[in-house]
T-cell receptor
Framework: AQSVTQLGSHVSVSEGALVLLRCNYSSSVPPYLFWYVQYPNQGLQLLLKYTTGATLVKGINGFEAEFKKSETSFHLTKPSAHMSDAAEYFCAVRGNNRLAFGKGNQVVVIP | EPEVTQTPSHQVTQMGQEVILRCVPISNHLYFYWYRQILGQKVEFLVSFYNNEISEKSEIFDDQFSVERPDGSNFTLKIRSTKLEDSAMYFC??????????????FGEGSRLTVL
């Protein structure tokens, strides 16, 4: 079965500082990995995904993530946080035609 | 841009009442899903649906839950007799291909269910 671990439910970051959200996965098959974002009162929106190929994946709003098989990780980064990045971020792994989500990180951006 | 739509956005109900949550998946999609998120917890898989039948369900999806695609466009989740612990945000999702070349699920904005 596939699973995802996200540590630290709340993450505070200063505006302009690096955003780093950690995700480690467990999968019995080559994983499809995703980051979704949920803005207040909105649904889950895909930020980026890794399926095959290049391990550094770029997504929307300046986010990127790197798939590291040796570390079973798919950490999300953004070089410079913006106030509009305040949201909840979910890492997910796909297997058996369903997604398994992590608990999510609530990102707070401090001006 | 095509999107998954869900209604209602928020429903308050009394314990023991039946609730139906409605979803309109993206029109050319083939796989449909319901997930839920209890406040402060993970987004959890409930059920997947393909070719007019359940393809997979989780241990959460007990006899109190049912899904239906009544008319080729709507996809509904029914909770027969709600319990307090059913209070959650329920997300509908759809995808175009089995497993998917992209693997991406498209989610609706969610229906918040509050059981009193």
């Amino acid at each position: 079965a596939q699973s995802v671990t996200q540590l630290g439910s709340h993450v505070s970051v200063s505006e302009g500082a690096l955003v780093l959200l950690r995700c480690n996965y467990s999968s019995s098959v080559p994983p499809y990995l995703f980051w979704y974002v949920q803005y207040p009162n909105q649904g889950l929106q895909l930020l980026l995904k890794y399926t095959t190929g290049a391990t550094l994946v770029k997504g929307i709003n300046g986010f990127e993530a790197e798939f590291k098989k040796s570390e079973t990780s798919f950490h999300l980064t953004k070089p410079s946080a913006h106030m509009s990045d305040a949201a909840e971020y979910f890492c997910a792994v796909r297997g058996n035609n369903r997604l398994a989500f992590g608990k999510g990180n609530q990102v707070v951006v401090i001006p | 841009e095509p999107e998954v739509t869900q209604t209602p956005s928020h429903q308050v109900t009394q314990m023991g009442q039946e609730v139906i949550l409605r979803c309109v998946p993206i029109s050319n999609h083939l796989y449909f899903y319901w997930y839920r998120q209890i406040l402060g917890q993970k987004v959890e898989f409930l059920v997947s649906f393909y070719n007019n039948e359940i393809s997979e369900k989780s241990e959460i999806f007990d006899d109190q839950f049912s899904v239906e695609r009544p008319d080729g466009s709507n996809f509904t989740l029914k909770i027969r007799s709600t319990k307090l612990e059913d209070s959650a945000m329920y997300f509908c999702a759809s995808t175009g291909l089995a497993g998917g070349n992209t693997g991406e699920l498209f989610f609706g904005e969610g229906s918040r269910l509050t059981v009193l």
